[in-house]
């Protein structure tokens, strides 16, 4: 299966900041099927991107995805307080798919 | 809007069978061609992905714990539930049922989630 490493582990940033997450696979994701997350405590994933870099409804701009192949990015334009959250890639592209480790964005 | 509840028992005896059904409402199981999803996350440790099923049955599994879990659905009822057996310590975890935002494809995205219930394996 396909192992997914995020750094780093924890973001720490100020509202008003550039965020920049990093996931990394263990082997090439097919057709760039990558998705990130947003989970807060106490509630479940939400879906952010999807394609690598397809905004799922409803999502901000100021999420953007990006990458292919093995190397994939979630920015953050301009983090708003509502942001400071964890963040978790998966790859749907081989079965089963796998969620990597996630980032946390803590306020600074 | 569709929405995915989850419900079960909490607490699970080590070696017993865990067994937790997903109620679908707002959309039909039966009238779709998605796959319905389970996911689950140890405390403190990230997502794992368990298996998905179709309106006619037709299931795939991680095969990290093929030979302990199975997933059912009843369209009638519009549920579709998740059984794993010989149960651990390590399978305490918080348990999602999920749905991809698109028909037809077996690994894929979940858009719409469960709120999650939590189940403990301990004696």
């Known amino acids: 299966e396909i192992v997914l490493t995020q750094s780093p582990g924890t973001l720490s940033l100020s509202p008003g900041e550039r965020a920049t997450l990093s996931c990394r696979a263990s082997?090439?994701?097919?057709?760039?099927?990558l998705a990130w997350y947003q989970q807060k405590p106490g509630q479940a994933p939400r879906l952010l991107i999807y394609?690598?870099?397809s905004r799922a409804t409803g999502i901000p701009d100021r999420f953007s995805g990006s990458g292919s192949g093995t190397d994939f990015t979630l920015t953050i334009s301009r983090l708003e307080p509502e942001d400071f959250a964890v963040y978790c890639c998966?790859?749907?592209?081989?079965?089963?798919?796998?969620f990597g480790g996630g980032t946390k964005v803590e306020i600074k | 809007q569709l929405q995915l509840q989850e419900s079960g028992p909490g607490l699970v005896t080590p070696s017993e069978t865990l067994s937790l059904t997903c109620s679908v409402s707002?959309?039909?199981?039966?009238?779709?061609?998605?796959?319905w999803g389970w996911v689950r996350q140890s405390p403190g440790k990230g997502l794992e992905w368990l298996g998905v099923?179709?309106?006619?049955?037709?299931?795939f599994y991680n095969p990290s714990l093929s030979t302990r879990v199975t997933i059912s659905v009843d369209s009638s009822k519009n549920e579709f539930s998740l059984n794993l057996n010989s149960v651990t310590a390590a399978d305490t975890a918080v348990y999602y049922c999920?749905?991809?935002?698109?028909?037809?494809?077996?690994?894929?995205?979940?858009?719409?989630w469960g709120q999650g219930t939590l189940v403990t394996v301990s004696s």
């Open positions: 394609g690598a870099s």
């Open positions: 707002g959309g039909s199981i039966g009238n779709s061609f998605f796959y």
């Open positions: 998966q790859q749907y592209g081989s079965s089963p798919p796998t």
């Open positions: 099923i179709n309106y006619s049955g037709v299931a």
């Open positions: 082997q090439s994701v097919s057709n760039r099927y």
């Open positions: 999920a749905r991809p935002p698109w028909e037809l494809r077996p690994a894929a995205a979940f858009d719409i």
